[in-house]
């Protein structure tokens, strides 16, 4: 059996070198400590030696030569701006297009960008970071349920961040436990959760083993600290449950991550699915 190291990928997390820190402005905003007003990013406390641009080179080259160092076969990339785009439609055989809810209190707004990013991009997936919206969206809140519903119609699933967010900013709108009302409102809806889960990591695997559209990708996380329940649970009756999703360049290397993966103890027969086929199969990539 080849190891992780030599089998395709497909990472549901990645994005582009940029110069600068404006992208982070929409959580500055809602920040009140003097470090994350201050930082390049505000959950880099997090993370060491998050990769750099530099002003003179291309950004979907650089993603391009890092996806190839490290066998990324594709990577999913938000088509909110311009670099995005581009790579997008000059590379339609390396990224996929994913959508962006960045503002559920504007509620038909949302949908109609849903809707339009569907029919300008082919969107794939479209994503929320709950702990990132201002005001403040929950998982489960009102404001969300036409997202949810739009989705279902689509018949794309959603990337969620839930658990404690990296930025100093409140955690309750990503509690792990209001997934469940949301798979039990949407039996049909494809519900992937982002950036790990805790301190509910265990809860998950729970709603997981509960729900069969419920997934779980490993955001924002080194392969060293992927939680021990989530690898359990992968080893057993979850192998086609758990997605790889990296960080690059937002907080880590592909070098670092890749560097790590082999130490995971995951299975023999979970690689594959983990690397390449749960998210081929969730994308509607395998058909």
Known sequence: MP????????????????????????????????????????????????????????????????MDRFGVEKGMVHVNGEVAARAVTDHP????????????????????????????????????????????????????????ATCVELGI????????????????????????????????LVFVTRHGCEPWEELAVKLMLKWSNLYYSTSAFAPKYYPKAIVDYANSRGADKVIYAGYFPAGMSLERIFRDLPSVPFRDEVWPKFLHGNAARVLGLDG
């Open 3 to 66: 190891g992780p190291t030599d089998l395709p990928v497909i990472d549901t997390l990645i994005g582009f070198p940029t110069e600068g820190s404006a992208q982070y402005d929409f959580i500055r905003r809602q920040t009140k400590d003097a470090a994350s007003k201050a930082s390049h990013m505000p959950a880099e406390y997090m993370f060491t030696d998050v990769p750099t641009a530099s002003p003179t080179s291309d950004p979907v080259s650089i993603t391009l030569h890092e």
């Open 93 to 148: 055989d390396r990224f996929l297009p994913a959508g962006v809810v960045s503002d559920p209190n504007d509620v038909m707004g949302t949908v109609r960008a849903l809707r339009q990013q569907y029919e300008e991009h082919g969107i794939r997936a479209t994503t929320v970071f709950p702990a990132g919206t201002f005001p403040q969206v929950a998982i489960d809140a009102p404001q969300m349920y036409p997202v949810y």
């Open 157 to 188: 699933p959603i990337f969620v961040c839930a658990g404690v967010p990296g930025p100093r900013v409140p955690y309750e709108v990503q509690e792990v436990g209001r997934i469940d009302r949301v798979m039990f409102d949407f039996p049909d």
